[in-house]
């Protein structure tokens, strides 16, 4: 049956008034095989598979956009978890920054905004190379503009790493007063349960149980799903929930014909499409906005986590039946700064950082782009991770924190990041938390499995 | 033989949106046969205020790439006033049909 004027100004309009977009797509590069002693020689190796592939992939996510007439908005590069690069090179600071810089160099020969993967798998403990990349992150994330970092800082099968949680602390702060208003913040993300195949940035990173090459696809319509839920204010949240898997099933489905392909040009398996609701600082591109559309007052408000958990869990049927290669972190995103209903919800006081940690409790993906004023201490920066990641580890879930101490700032204050990261107003959190609790150090064990209340 | 021809064809959709107007499908089918593409079906409609048209054509023969195609079309739109896009059918197909 050909398809209908009705079927196709559907689409068409999901794009033109919706922001229907494919967010990124993001090709995972196995470094593994380039390692070596020298960094020089490891540099080139990689430099040239980067660039190679890079635009290659950029060719082609032009020519996909030519054919379907939808917009492919990022294309990025996750490579192997680069403390496992480190390995064999010298441990110290300078030989962890020269290689992000020739990381940000392939990068930028490439066309590619973003490569992700300057980061570490340190859940249960942290080998001499792991924590000399630690070490680098303030200096390589300030002196690079295009490498992401990532840091696996627990998991359900091995606990929480409080040392390296303690030590995370003050990387951060380091890392926000070596850039300007603690943008550096924004490129790096510590998870707890990290996917190994996630497309959108700062967390992705080309795991080590991936193949040589993979091609992952994120795709988003927050302002899709409001528009569907905005023109059924009166049905009941049975029939609500079913039209959001609906409208989430074809989107994904655009998603994984527009992924099949890319991964088939390019001669590179088909990853997964990641589902995630990604917000943008766009009018009516707002996850927000959507709970507020089913008829929350507020997003913080009570109500707010119901709203949530069902939005996210339709979302996440709805994409499953769609493709059967759902993965990533395909939850919903929720990052203050990327989004102007929860900007709106912060300025307003209806979300603290209380209810936000509450709200990643029954969706993806973590306390997301919120900032703190500067002069937090590192000890409450380590007490917020690991609250958040706590969440995950008990709950068998990703949880993240992407947090930004921005020095000079206090509570109420605004700050313009610019461009997709949007502005954030900077939450109130304590100035004395738990500073003993995070010095035990020590790793908090893993979770029981049974029990589950 | 036609069932292979089948296989290898390529649809695409072009939609039209805008103000209706005398001349609109005339000058996209004039368009489309200058690069050698065949019209398969046309079917117009109004919805939300808008007038709408789809255009189903058959590029397997173009004389021209889709971005040149694109182009072409970008600059009928600016004449005319009128929003066109131009997609592989295939888009609609896995979007709208389980």
Partial sequence: ?453 | MAKQKAKTAQICIMTVTGTDRVGIIARLATAMAKANINIIDVNQNIMADCFVMTMAVDITKAAIGMDIIKKRLDKIAKEMSLNIRFQDENIFKVMHRV
């Fill in chain 1, 1 to 453: 049956m050909r398809i209908s004027v009705e079927e196709v100004f559907e689409t068409v309009k999901m794009t033109l008034d919706h922001h229907f977009d494919i967010r990124t797509v993001t090709l995972g590069i196995n470094l593994k095989d380039c390692m070596d002693r020298n960094l020089g020689r490891f540099a080139e190796r990689a430099h040239r598979r980067i660039v190679e592939k890079g635009k290659l992939l950029n060719r082609f996510a032009k020519l996909i956009e030519h054919k379907y007439g939808i917009p492919i908005t990022n294309r990025r590069i996750a490579i192997t978890p680069a403390a496992l690069l480190l390995e064999p090179l010298p441990r110290n600071v300078t030989t962890a920054v020269r290689l992000a810089k020739a990381l940000d160099a392939a990068a930028r020969e490439a066309g590619i905004d973003f490569l992700g993967g300057f980061g570490a798998m340190v859940q249960k403990g942290m080998t001499s190379a792991d924590e000399n990349l630690i070490d680098a992150i303030p200096r390589a994330l300030s002196t690079t503009k295009r490498v992401c970092g990532f840091l696996n800082l627990a998991s359900t099968t091995a606990g929480i790493n409080m040392n390296a949680v303690a030590k995370f602390g003050h990387t951060l702060k380091d890392l926000a007063r070596r850039s300007r208003n603690g943008i550096g913040c924004a490129k790096i993300a510590v998870f707890a349960n990290v996917p190994e195949d996630n497309p959108f940035m700062a967390g992705a990173h080309h795991g080590i149980g991936e193949p040589d090459f993979s091609l992952n696809i994120g795709i988003s319509g927050p302002g899709v799903v409001r528009n569907v839920v905005l023109q059924n204010p009166d049905c009941d949240l049975t029939q609500l929930s079913e039209v959001i898997k609906r409208t989430v099933f074809k989107i994904t489905r655009a998603g994984e014909l527009i992924g099949r392909e890319m991964a088939k040009l390019m001669k590179v398996e088909f990853g997964i499409v990641d589902i995630s609701l990604a917000p943008t600082t766009s009018a009516g591109d707002s996850v927000a906005e959507i709970v507020e559309a089913m008829g929350v007052k507020q997003m913080g408000l009570p109500g707010t986590t119901a709203a949530l958990a069902m939005l996210v869990d339709a979302v996440k049927k709805g994409g499953a039946m769609a493709s059967g290669n759902v993965g990533g972190l395909s939850g919903t995103f929720i990052p203050v700064s990327e989004d102007a209903g929860m900007i709106r919800a912060v300025k307003a006081g209806t979300l603290t950082l209380e209810k936000l940690e509450a709200l990643t409790s029954v969706c993806s993906v973590g306390l997301d782009m919120f900032a703190v004023p500067g002069d937090t201490p590192a000890d409450v920066l380590s007490a917020i991770i690991a609250d958040e990641l706590s969440i995950g580890v008990i709950n068998n879930k990703t949880t993240s924190v992407r947090v930004i101490p921005i020095p000079g700032k206090k509570p109420g204050d605004i700050v313009h990041f610019g461009g997709l990261l949007g502005s954030a107003p900077v939450m109130k959190v304590a100035k004395i938390a738990s500073a003993k609790f995070i010095a035990r150090r020590g790793r908090i064990p893993s979770p029981i499995q049974a029990l589950r209340n």
